[in-house]
Nanobody, 129 residues
Framework: QVQLVDSGGDSVQAGGSLRLSCVGSGYTYSGVCMGWFRQAPGKEREGVAAIFTGDGSTYYHDSVKGRFTISQDKVKNTVYLQMNSLKPEDTAMYYC??????????????????????WGQGTQVTVSS
């Protein structure tokens, strides 16, 4: 059973930093797409960052480029989201997500933000001005 456990959310002041962690279990594919999404009250969920674990390729939403960095530790099956220069508009519930291969067909890259089918429970990030 696929399980994603995300953590690391907190309350910080604008300009501060946080690192979110997501530990995945229940799958052993060599290449999967892991991502971070966020949802603020009254807004739709949006993809923030993603990484293809096979080759480390990364993808970012324009609003976080240059401030957020997604990375992985393959040994620990963990994905991180380092968030720097945080802004009040970054306040949201952040969710770890995974897009896994279908059957025996391996993945070669991340697809679209809509492809993610597995989700963590969420961790709250609050940035005050």
């Amino acid at each position: 059973q696929v399980q994603l456990v995300d953590s690391g959310g907190d309350s910080v002041q604008a300009g501060g930093s946080l690192r979110l962690s997501c530990v995945g279990s229940g799958y052993t594919y060599s290449g999967v797409c892991m991502g971070w999404f966020r949802q603020a009250p009254g807004k739709e969920r949006e993809g923030v960052a993603a990484i293809f674990t096979g080759d480390g390729s990364t993808y970012y939403h324009d609003s976080v480029k240059g401030r957020f960095t997604i990375s992985q530790d393959k040994v620990k099956n963990t994905v991180y989201l380092q968030m720097n220069s945080l802004k009040p508009e970054d306040t949201a519930m952040y969710y770890c997500a995974a897009d896994l291969p279908l059957g025996s067909v391996p993945m070669v890259s991340c697809g679209t933000w809509g492809d993610f089918g597995y989700w963590g429970q969420g961790t709250q990030v609050t940035v005050s001005s």
